[in-house]
């Protein structure tokens, strides 16, 4: 969503009780909203730097970004929006019926992170891939919209982030009362759990005097199912994770060749990875979202390793063209797919791991001689 200006008359400030409404009736599942800075901002950004500094950040060079003043960028909401008085957090949930992705599957299944599986229906009647960036912008943009419609003629600046900007949605969502961190790092929201995005929408308008959010308790006790159920142990300690030897980070942002000490690991992850979300207690009851803007496609849900690894290159496009899957590239998809065929078992997967064997892109190469090796090939 691109920076605007809007003209309000008295500008009162923001009211956690009626923006939360504002933003349901945007078509968010949940909504909080924190004046910034916040309280705990500097820590934050002092973890940050730590992480980052630590090397655990990999090359993900965009959370690295600084400004003139040699400043990271997301180590304080106000480095690169000077003008931001105010966060409000959206929540939409993704949740769906099971399966997941630790349950019993067919022989040959891979698994797609939840989160890609969205689709909609379009006017002409056909399921397509819905891209959650673009569904959730323009909920933010309504959101903006009925804040505007609101108020009348004084200036206030704003600007929306779902998933792009230089700001910590996670830090912001637990500030503002939605949740807390949980020891797999994702936010966990005691009613939905942890299977939902998160949409910022910053202003210039201030937070009304008290409506500071309640901080939501840590209530993760001492349960430790998400450290112990991570195969490459990404989860170095609670809350603490090491994005290098993540799943999620291998299959999606990782280019290239993977590091064979990992491939085993990584089982049938082909995009994404939930274990530690499916593992969790908090996420065992949490409703089910009827979202008709982010309904799973039946096709992703344990998808065959034979039909994705049998897809040319415009078939890929074609299959996901709007789905966050693309982000992993032809090349790349194909790469963990082979390597999620030789974690499988399946001595058919041999044929074609042969022929990827000479493939001209070297990620696929070497994750399908590792395969063969590991069928026996």
């Not at 008359?9 to 968010?28: D, I, M, Q, S, Y």
């Not at 900007?165 to 939905?192: D, F, M, Q, S, Y």
């Not at 344990?302 to 890929?316: D, K, M, R, V």
Request: with cysteine; aromatic share 8%.
């Amino acid at each position: 969503m691109t920076e605007s200006k809007i003209q309000l008359g008295a500008l009162k400030p923001l009211n956690a009780e009626r923006v939360r409404a504002l933003a349901l009736e945007a078509g968010f599942t949940e909504a909080g909203l924190v004046a910034v800075p916040y309280v705990e901002e500097a820590r934050d950004g002092a973890r940050l730097a730590e992480w980052i500094a630590a090397g655990r950040a990999g090359s993900m060079q965009y959370l690295e970004r600084r400004d003139q003043e040699g400043l990271l960028l997301r180590s304080r909401v106000q480095v690169p929006f000077p003008w931001a008085q105010s966060a409000i957090v959206c929540f939409a949930s993704y949740e769906s019926e099971p399966p997941r992705s630790t349950a019993e599957h067919a022989p040959g299944a891979g698994w797609i992170a939840r989160y890609a599986w969205s689709s909609r229906v379009d006017r002409s009647g056909v399921r397509r891939p819905s891209d959650y960036h673009k569904v959730l912008k323009k909920r933010l943009e309504r959101l903006e919209a009925r804040l505007r419609a609101e108020s009348g003629g004084e200036e206030f600046t704003a600007r929306g982030f779902v998933d792009t900007g230089p700001v910590l949605e996670r830090a912001l969502a637990t500030a503002a009362g939605l949740g807390w961190t949980g020891k797999n790092t994702c936010l966990i929201h005691p009613k939905l759990g942890s299977f939902g995005f998160l949409a910022v929408l910053l202003t210039s308008i201030p937070v009304a005097a008290g409506a500071a959010a309640a901080l939501a308790p840590d209530r993760c006790g001492s349960c430790t199912r998400c450290l112990e159920a991570c195969p490459t142990q990404a989860l170095t300690a609670p809350r603490q994770m090491d994005a290098t030897r993540c799943i999620a980070y291998l299959t999606i942002e990782q280019k290239g060749a993977l590091d064979e000490a990992l491939l085993s690991g990584m089982g049938r992850q082909v995009f994404g990875c939930d274990i530690c979300q499916d593992v969790c207690p908090w996420n065992r009851k949490a409703p089910i979202a009827m979202d008709v803007e982010l309904e799973p496609r039946a096709e992703l849900v344990n998808s065959a390793l034979e039909w994705l690894g049998s897809l040319t290159e415009a078939e890929f496009e074609q299959a996901f063209n709007g789905s966050p899957v693309r982000r992993a590239g032809y090349w790349g998809l194909l790469r963990n797919v082979a390597v999620a065929m030789g974690n499988s078992g399946l001595q058919r997967s041999k044929e074609r791991l042969a022929l990827w064997a000479d493939a001209p892109d070297e990620g696929l190469r070497r994750a399908a001689l590792w395969a063969l090796r590991r069928l026996g090939g």
